[in-house]
């Protein structure tokens, strides 16, 4: 990720989560009205989010 700026928001937070959110970001835009960090944390949550449901739909096949 070129802007570590991201990182330093969100100390601990898997790279890969914050490059995929931060895609969404410029694909989609933010919402009027919302704050851009809150946002943008919200879609950091839902990558990770993802990520868990698929790991989790591995263990039960």
Not at 8 to 27: C, H, T
Not at 54 to 59: A, F, Q, S, V
């Amino acid at each position: 990720m070129e802007n570590k700026i991201f990182k330093k928001l969100f100390p601990g937070v898997d790279e890969k989560y914050l490059e995929r959110a931060f895609e969404k970001l410029k694909k989609d835009g933010c919402p009027e009205g919302k704050d851009l960090l809150v946002w943008f944390g919200k879609l950091v949550e839902a990558e990770r989010k993802s990520d868990a449901e698929e790991t989790d739909d591995g263990k039960h096949n």
